[in-house]
C-alpha cells in the first residue's frame, strides 16, 4: 500500500519534471534552430531526452520511454557531430516533443493515444541515421580516453557508484602503486574507502612484495562510468573490478524509512554474504550484523564496509535534500490559495480590530491595533509575492506558436520580448494566455504581410512581432507590437456601416473607429483563415481582461504596424478599492478606475433618464446615478458624491450618497449568486461584519449605456 | 633517501623494539619482513617505533598487519609506540586503513590502526 | 626534487618530443638510443620512472623492462612502453614483464604527461 503510494507521488513528480524539461526542450530546439552549431544546446536536448527516457522506464511508461529513446539515439549522434542539426531534424523533433507530450497526457488521464503519429515520427527520425557499416572505427587500445577526461560520457548529474577494487598480488612488481590509483580515484568526486584485509596471511606465510590488500570505495562523482573505468586502465586485465551504480540524483531514499538499503541487502549485492545465509540469519531476533559476524559468515570489516556505504549514501541524499531546499521548494497551489484566502480573512479581522481600538479610544488597543495592521500588511505582500512569477515563462511558450504560425501562412516572422522577468500573479498569468495568443495570432495573420509583400512596401522581408511587459504601479502593462501593415481605419468604418453598427453621418475618431474592433460579433478578415478570424473575435479578448479586472487598449497606423496594450493588476486576490455608501448599502469600487470624487453640489443635472451630465470644473461629465441604477429605496441626502471613473478613455461619474474612504479589500468570489450580474465583480467583507459589494465599473458603465 | 631498520632488546629477553625510519617502502619489504619474522618468533612482546618515517606505502601497514595476525595466532602482542608520523598518517588514510574496529574478529581491539582514531579523540 | 626521466627510443625525433615535454612539465629528462644504452645510464643518476619504445637495436623494449625488474634497485618504478596499434602481443609481453602501462603512438604531448602524472604521482 505504502509503496503504492510512493510510486503514485514519484510519478506525479515525473509528470511535473518531464512537462518542465519538455518546455525548456521547446526553448533549447527553438535557440537550436538559430544557432546549429552550438554544443551546449544539442547537449541540453540530449540530455532532456535521456532524462525522460530514464525516469519514464523507471515509473513504468515504457511507450515513452522507448519512443523517447529513438529521439536520444539521434541526438547522441548529432552530439558526436554524425548528423547535422537541420531545420528538418528540428520539425521532427519540435513534433517528437508534442508527441511525449501527448503520450504523457493520455499516461495520466488514462485515455489512448494515436499510435501512428509516433510511428510516423520514428520512421522519419530513422531516416536520418547514417547507413550501418559506416561507423567510425575506433581504436579501443588508444590514449585519447585518459587525457581528455572522457567529457563523451560525462553528465552533469552526480552518481554515487560503489566500487570494488581487488588488485593482482603482483601489482607491486609492475611499477603501479594502488594507492596512487586510489587517489586518482578520490579526484573524481567525494569518496569513502575502505580497506579489507582478511585475504592478508600471517607474517609466516606473507610474501611482502604482493599486494593483499582490496578495497570496498564508495565514490559521488559527475564524471560517469567511463572516467572511473579509465583510473583502472593499465590494471584492469589483471584486476578484479566491479563498479556499481547505488545511488543518483533521482533516488530520495523510498528503499527504506531511514534513506537507504539495508545492511543484509548490501552486503548480498556485493557477494559478501550468500542470500540463503542472510535470510537464515533474519531469523534471529539480533542484529544481522553481530549474528553474521557470529556465525562467521562475514569478518567484521565487510559488515563496517556496508554500513560506510549506508552512512555514506544517507549522508550525500541529506545533503542533496538540503541544496534542493535552498533554492527552492514546490508548493500544490491549492495550498497557496489556501494561505491568500487566510491572509484575506486576516485583513478583514485586522480591519475590524482597528475600528473598534478607534471608537473605544483606548490608547493601549489602537497601540497594538497599529502594530497587528503593520505585521498584516507585511504579511499580505509576502504572502502575494510568493504568488508572483515571471511573464516570461508564458512568453517563450510563444515562441513555438509564432515559429508555427508563421510557417503555416508562408510568412518569415521573428519574435522578440522585453521585460520577461516582471513579476505577476499566477492567476493572472494563467488566464492571460488565451487572450495574448489571440493576439499574437491577429499580428501574424493580419498584421504581418507575406515576404513579397513586405519587401515590395520597402519593408524587410522578415516581420517582427514584440511582447513586452513593464510595470507601471498597481499594474503591468502588457504590450503586443507587430511592423505589419497596420489597421485602415476606413475599412472599419466601412464595415460597421455595413453591418449597422454605426451611422454614415457619424463623426469618428481613429481611436472611436479602433474600439469598434472590440464590439461583439465584428470582425475584419476578408477569409475566415485556419489561424484567426473564426469569429471568435477581440470582444471575447476585451471580455477576458476586463475578467481580470483590466484593460485593452489599441493603436495602428496604416502601413507601419499595430499595438495592443494591456494594463493589468498585479493580483486579483487583494485590490485598493474606495469604499462608498449608498442609503445602507455599501459598495466598492476599484481604485485603479477612480479619479476623482467631488460633491455634486446642485441637482441641476436631473432629468429623465438613467444617464446625466454634471458640470466640473467646466468638464461636462456624464455621470450615473446609482442609487436609481440599484433601485435602493429611501431618501436622497441632500448633498451627494460623485466618484469620476475613467474607462476606455472616457470620464463618467458615478453619484453615490457618501464617499467613505480607500481600504484594502479582499475579494470574495460570490459565486453562482451573482451569475449574470455584471455590473458586480465580488464583494468583500467589511470591519464591522458587514458585506459590501465590488463593482465591476467598465461592465457596469457599459450596462447602464446600453441598457 | 636512506633507510633504518632497528630491532633492539628492551634487555628483559622478552620485548623487542623495532625502529624504522626514513624510507619504509615496496623496496624495503623483503629486508623488513626478515626482521619482523625474528621478532615475533622469539619475543612476546613487540613494540613499533614508526616516529622517524618519511616515505612510506602500502607494504608496510600490510606487514605490520600480518605481524599482529601472527602474534594473535600465538597469543603475543604488537602495538606501535610512539607517535604515527605524517607519511604513515597519510598512507592510512589513501589506503582507507583508518578505522573504528579491527578488521578480523580477534584483532577487534588490538588492532594497530585504530589508535590513531583514538589519539585524535582524546 | 624534480623527478628523474629516462626515455629510450631508437628514434631521435621521438625521444625529443618525449624530452621536450616532459622538461616543459618540470621532470628532468635521461636519453638512451636503445636498451643497452639505457641500462647503462640506469646505473648512474636515481631514476624515478622509465619509457621505453618496443623496437629497439642491440636490447629491445621486452628485454630492457625484465632487465630493470631484475635490478633490486628498480624493481618497483612505473615503466611505460610506447607501442603501435599492430604491436597487441608485444604489449601484452610487456605487461608480463612488468611494463606498468602503455602509450600507443602517435600520441600527443599531453596524452604523454597524463600518463606519467598517472603512473608517477
Known sequence: MEQDQGLERGKSVFFEEASELLSELEDSLLELEDAPDDQELIGSVFRAMHTIKGSGAMFGFDAVSSFTHEVETVFDLVRAGTIPVTKQLIDLTLAARDQIMAMLDAARSGKPVDDEIADGITSALRTLLPQAGVENETDPGHMAKVDEGVPESSTEEENSYRIRFRPELEIFSTGSNPLHLLNELSELGQCRIIAQTDALPTIHEMDPEACYVYWDIVLTTSKGINAIRDVFIFVEDTSELHIEVIDKPEATGGETETGYKKLGEILVERGDVRPEDLAKALESQKRIGEVLVEQELVNPAKIQSALEEQKYVRTVRKKRKAKGALSSIRVASPKLDQLVNLVGELVTVQARLSQVAVSRNDPQLIFLAEEVERLTGELRENTMSIRMLPIGTTFSKFRRLVRDLARDLGKEVTMTTEGAETELDKTVIEKLNDPLVHLIRNSIDHGIEPPDVREAAGKSREGTVHLSAVHSGAHVLIRISDDGAGIDPEVIRTKAMEKGLISPDMEMTDKEIFSILFTPGFSTAKTVSNVSGRGVGMDVVKTNIESLRGTIDLTSEKGKGTTVTLKLPLTLAIIEGLLARIGDEHYVLPLSTVEECIELASRDGDGAGRRRLANIRGEIIPYIHLREQFRIEGERPDIEQIVVTRVDGDRIGLVVDEVIGEQQTVIKTMGRLCNGLREISGATILGDGTVALILDVPNLIHGAVTG | ?122 | MDKMILTADDSASVRQMVAFTLKGAGYQVIEASDGEDALSKLDGSPVHMVITDLNMPRLDGIGLIKKVRSNTKYRFIPIIMLTTESQASKKQEGRKAGATGWIVKPFKPDQLLAVVKKVLR
Open chain 2, 1 to 122: 633517501m636512506s633507510h633504518l631498520i632497528d630491532l633492539q632488546n628492551k634487555g628483559d629477553g622478552n620485548t623487542d623494539r623495532l625502529i624504522l625510519s626514513g624510507e619504509i617502502t615496496i623496496s624495503e619489504a623483503r629486508e623488513l619482513k626478515d626482521v619482523l619474522l625474528k621478532a615475533i618468533d622469539t619475543v612476546n612482546d613487540l613494540h613499533v617505533n614508526m616516529e622517524g618515517v618519511l616515505e612510506t606505502d602500502l607494504s608496510l601497514l600490510q606487514l605490520l598487519c600480518a605481524t599482529h595476525r601472527a602474534a594473535l595466532k600465538q597469543g603475543k602482542r604488537v602495538k606501535v609506540e610512539g607517535k604515527y608520523p605524517a607519511a604513515v598518517m597519510r598512507v592510512m588514510t589513501e589506503a582507507g586503513y583508518s578505522r573504528r574496529e579491527g578488521c578480523v574478529a580477534e584483532a577487534r581491539k588490538s588492532c594497530l590502526w585504530i589508535k590513531q582514531e583514538k589519539d585524535k579523540d582524546g
